[in-house]
């Protein structure tokens, strides 16, 4: 069955960078797209970017400046990177098969702090 | 970018009440909307996409319509397990979610 689950740390500092990591399985990435997807505690969901089955990428223009989305398809797995992180940019965060979002793993919290 | 305004931001119904939660795209989705449920501590849910299809799983109580810019959701007969955040995703185009609806008992 679909899977997808989020890893990475839970604590970052301001202004490093943010790397996560989304497994797979069941699907193939290159027959499936894979967004990222956050939500602030409280707050609602925001869609971050997404990588496309092609290999291609795009990205909320809020985020573009800081964020990259990329892939290992070989090991099922997506990856997220965002610099310059400021305390807003805590949030859980998902990631999600699909470009109507089907399936979801459990997120990750992530809480940027000193 | 698309915007989906969504309303209202929260809703109290009774058991057994209909409820509806409407999103409107700031442009025509040609029906590329999806409806999700979102309990606590947990990840979304997707009930309905492209307007009205029921994923597998999704309960009969819940139904999506609309077009052009205007689409809705509804809950017939609410059952205490449908407490929960609502949020409807356009995508059409570079995806966007509308705010929310926090669905509570009266």
């Known amino acids: 069955q679909v899977q997808l689950k989020e890893s990475g740390p839970g604590l970052v500092q301001p202004s490093q960078t943010l790397s996560l990591t989304c497994t797979v399985s069941g699907f193939s990435l290159t027959s499936n797209s894979v967004s990222w997807v956050r939500q602030p505690p409280g707050k609602g969901l925001e869609w971050m970017g997404a990588i496309w089955s092609g290999g291609s990428t795009d990205y909320n223009s809020a985020l573009k400046s800081r964020l990259s989305i990329s892939r290992d398809t070989s090991k099922s797995q997506v990856f997220l990177k965002m610099n310059s992180l400021q305390t807003e940019d805590t949030a859980i965060y998902f990631c999600t098969s699909n470009w109507f979002f089907d399936y979801w793993g459990q997120g990750v919290m992530v809480t940027v702090s000193s | ?106």
Not at chain 2, 13 to 18: C, F, I, Q, W
Not at chain 2, 37 to 65: D, H, M, N, V
Not at chain 2, 78 to 90: G, R
């Open chain 2, 1 to 106: 970018d698309i915007q989906m305004t969504q309303s209202p931001p929260s809703l109290s119904a009774s058991l057994g009440d209909k409820v509806t939660i409407t999103c409107q795209a700031s442009q025509n989705i040609n029906k590329y909307i999806a409806w999700y449920q979102q309990k606590p501590g947990k990840a979304p849910r997707l009930l309905i996409r492209y307007t009205s299809t029921l994923e597998s799983g999704t309960p009969s109580r819940f139904s999506g319509s609309g077009s052009g810019r205007d689409y809705s959701f509804s809950i017939s007969n609410v059952e205490s397990e449908d407490i929960a955040s609502y949020y409807c995703l356009q995508y059409v185009n570079l995806p966007t979610f509308g705010g929310g609806t926090k669905l509570e008992l009266k």
